[in-house]
């Protein structure tokens, strides 16, 4: 089945304790990006990618790390979490820079 | 100016009637419009793309571009109380990055 897939679904942390959100692709896709949604704010951009090893800040990217090692795999990593950095977290993927996004499941994060 | 606008709703019709649902946008250079749909605690759906101007449709929904006036809008006809959720409006932009508007809630009620 095509799909993006993250990991963990919900997550809670103490502040400070580095984490890593891992979300892969099997679609092939060359398009990955990162957005976070908080209540009244939308859809906010993190980081995308525009292939391997090419990546580039979103709207929010401060406090975050991403890497593209592998075409299929774009992990998002806080080094030093925050309680602001509580939020819904979501992974996409598209096949070119035309395409709509397909999302995955959605991470809920909680910091402490 | 947010670059993408969408009124928030809540948006309310009643079973079976036209739902419309409307968006603008502010980059003259994007080639790609999308819908989502996205129900309480998951996530986006993607339900529609278009790239030309004019009408698109696909079963219960119509998408209609007008890039002159930067405006995009979703049509769902004989809604339903399983159309009840946020609709999102999104373009590529210039760079190829994907902008969202916040969102208009919709519900349908039976």
Redesign the interface.
Known sequence: EAQVTQNPRYLITVTGKKLTVTCSQNMNHE?M?W?RQDP????R?IY?S?NVEVT?K?DVPEGYKVSRKEKRNFPLILESPSPNQTSLY?C?S?FS??????????TRLTVV | QKEVEQNSGPLSVPEGAIASLNCTYSDRVS??F?W?RQYSG?????IM?I?SNGDKEDGRFTAQLNKASQYVSLLIRDSQPSDSATY?C?F?AN?????????TRLTVKP
């Not at chain 2, 760079?95 to 969102?103: E, I, K, L, V």
């Open positions: 398009y990006s957005y009244g704010l939308g859809l951009q995308y525009m580039d979103g979501f996409a598209s820079g035309v395409d709509g996004y397909t999302f995955g499941s959605g | 080639q790609s999308f989502y998951k996530s986006p759906e993607l793309s790239y999102l999104a590529r760079n190829n990055d994907m902008r969202f508007g916040a969102g």
